[in-house]
């Protein structure tokens, strides 16, 4: 099963900050979190990681609460080609070095006009 | 492109065709993973490769035979499908022991008839 929640949708005015929430309480001290975002039947795309501190990047910003229990993802001026499926995930280790991603059913993001 | 190549993109086949799904990695990565997406489903983790050696498959149906030959290239093989095998098959790769994460390719588009 899949280490994250998120709500299953959101809808965000065109140019206003987008936040993405994702609850991950049972993450360990050295696992990190990743967000990636699918549009439609495409491949999913990477955005940004984090392990404890806040990260940004030119596509977004992270923020991971102190405890690590939750996060946020920031798209600062949301346009209407960031419409998708966004995926928070915490990655479990298969073999030693080895990981995989499970998939939640993530939160679609409507940008509107 | 992301560097992760996957061919052919749309696939059309029958219950009794053998057929087979390419990936290709240009990123120098060592872990290379196969995903099934079904309609208005999560990802699904099928198979993980870890320096050409299968370290995990999720109870896959031996009707999908995957092969790492060296770690740039995966194949999928598939024989006697079934149409609720249609969907969306994604390979993505990594670099082992890093925190950076998976690139995805852009997917094969598969249908059973």
């Known amino acids: 099963d899949a280490k994250t929640t998120q709500p299953p949708s959101m809808d965000c005015a065109e140019g206003r900050a987008a936040n993405l929430p994702c609850n991950h309480s049972?993450?360990?001290?050295?696992?990190?979190v990743y967000w990636y975002r699918q549009i439609h039947s495409q491949g999913p795309q990477y955005i940004i990681h984090?392990?404890?501190n806040n990260e940004t990047n030119e596509m977004a910003s992270l923020i991971i609460t102190e405890d690590r229990k939750s996060s946020t993802l920031i798209l600062p001026h949301a346009t209407l080609r960031d419409t998708a499926v966004y995926y928070c995930?915490?990655?479990?280790?298969?073999?030693?070095?080895?990981?995989?991603?499970?998939f939640g059913t993530g939160t679609r993001l409507k940008v509107l006009a | 492109e992301t560097g992760v190549t996957q061919t052919p993109r749309h696939l059309v086949m029958g219950m009794t065709n053998k057929k087979s799904l390419k990936c290709e990695q240009h990123?120098?990565?060592?872990?290379m993973y196969w995903y099934k997406q079904s309609a208005k489903k999560p990802l699904e983790l099928m198979f993980v490769?870890?320096?050409?050696?299968?370290?995990e498959n999720n109870s896959v149906p031996s009707r999908f035979s995957p092969e790492c030959p060296n770690s740039s290239h995966l194949f999928l093989h598939l024989h006697t499908l079934q149409p609720e095998d249609s969907a969306l098959y994604l390979c993505?790769?990594?670099?082992?022991?890093?925190?950076?994460?998976?690139?995805f390719g852009s997917g094969t588009r598969l249908t059973v008839v």
């Open positions: 993505a790769s990594s670099q082992l022991a890093s925190r950076y994460g998976y690139t």
């Open positions: 049972t993450i360990s001290g050295n696992e990190y």
């Open positions: 984090g392990l404890k």
């Open positions: 995930i915490v990655r479990v280790a298969v073999v030693p070095g080895t990981y995989k991603y499970i």
């Open positions: 990123l120098g990565h060592n872990a």
């Open positions: 490769y870890s320096l050409e050696e299968r370290v």
